[in-house]
């Protein structure tokens, strides 16, 4: 099962916010595996994979910004059309809810890999592994 | 064992009382005609003598004065004895208007320090204690009222003032500091960062604190003994009247004393300036019976409040204030509704937000517009976007409930409102920039 950890950070809008992130990470030298940005009229919320998660969030805390850890599930699949389509027809036929997902760069150039957000992470692990869908782990991601 | 400053006062009985308030008030009402001639003006107006002020009873024949009178006066039109015998100025800030001055002789020092060595040792502080006063000094009455006072009870005193919270917190640990004094949302800073600087109550010696001169919330009160783990009082006072201290809280912890040995209250309709009795809610009005140099008689302080002269558990048999339920300069109407920010407070802190919050008020196609920033709580924070829009929700549903109107609310980042390390600044109203 995936055992990876995605930090997520609240985020004004206003200028200079993503900046002042990105300014954290560089400063305690973490790599950023695979980000989105999800935005309201209010507010934004960051959300990253990252190569050194407890450093990450230790920093991002430490300079005031609301941040939180959740365990997300984080697959690697050919990049060749009708790939995610068979993803989401496994998850769906589970009957698991997707929150939000989103893709990064994979292993290698003929993969790609996705974030995975969904209600029950046990659920659709199971079902992944099922249907033999490849899922990393945080140590996968921080050797990429 | 409730502790005194001066018992004889403070828990006279009623009859000593009143003789000693219409002595003093009989004498006063003579000097303040005699020496100042914007009263004598005002008095004759009303064809009101000294003559006719025998008693307390009387009080009700006197005119009002307001701080559109002061404004008018200023700075010496109210001045009662002259300048060679004041000693000192003290000023109001000056955010609802033009600035007010007030002069005090030795005499109306010393009584206002006694004041605030009342409210000292009613909050359980002795010689053996250390006062760190953390209001700000200078022309505000906040620093140099308690820090008098802390001096006169005999306390070791820190006069910090505001602001450099990592120092006011270093001090605080290295010299044992026990009692605070500072505006409550300091305090409430002040805690918050003792939290982020890894600390715990435990690792100070503070045991209570008195805070005053902005409205905070009995929510506010609990928050802010929690984390810094101290009895919180309430303290009252006015420039006008002489400062922090006009009224103290007690152990009780259920409404302020008043000194009515210096100053008595009564409470009217803010419409009619009818006197209303005991334990209805109305306009704040004080006079100052033995006050020197700017003695103010029915000075409408524009708090809405209510008095109570009911046993109170400490022995003291001072009438009691109960906490002002805003300044009517602090009352926002918004769409023709009555809004305290202390009924946002409320609700923030019920729910479990940080007490830093910023209102926008504007006007928008002739339609009032409330917009409340609220701090995101990191404990709450979520990477899911529809449970913080639901934060959101559930937030503006409170507010509706608490003020009667449907406000929008914004979370914003931790700290991301500023702090305050004096009188807070919580309400930003654009349809004044418009008119």
Redesign the interface.
Known sequence: MSDVR?I?V???NKPNQLAGVMKILKESGVNIRALSL?D?K??G?L?IIVNDTDKAVDSI?AA?????V?PVVTISIPDSPGQLSRVLDILGGEGVNL??LYAFTGASDKSVSFVI?VDDNEMAAEALTKGGIIQLTENDISEM | MERYWNQEIECASREDMKKLQDERLVAQVKHVYENVKYYRDLMDEKGVKPEDIKSTDDLHKLPFISKADLRDAYPYGLLAKPLSECVRIHSTSGTTGRRVVAFYTQHDIDLWEDCCARALTAAGATNEDVCQVAYGFGLFTGGAGLNGGSHKAGLLTLPMSSGNTERQIQFMRDLNATVLCCTPSYAAYIGETIHEMGLTPDDLKLKAGIFGAEPWTEEMRRSIEKSLGIKAFDIYGLTEISGPGVAFECSEQTGMHINEDHFIAEIINPDTGEVLPEGEVGELVFTSIDKEAFPLLRYRTRDLCVLSRKKCSCGRTLIKMAKPMGRSDDMLIIRGVNVFPSQIETVLIEQGYSPNYLIEVDRVNNTDTIDINVEMNPDQFSDKIADLQDKERKLAGAMKTMLGINPKVHLVSPKSITRSEGKAVRVIDRRKLHD
Do not use: N
């Open positions: 995605q997520s609240f985020m004004d999800a309201t209010d507010f919320i959300r805390k005031g910004y609301a941040a939180a959740t929150e939000y957000r």
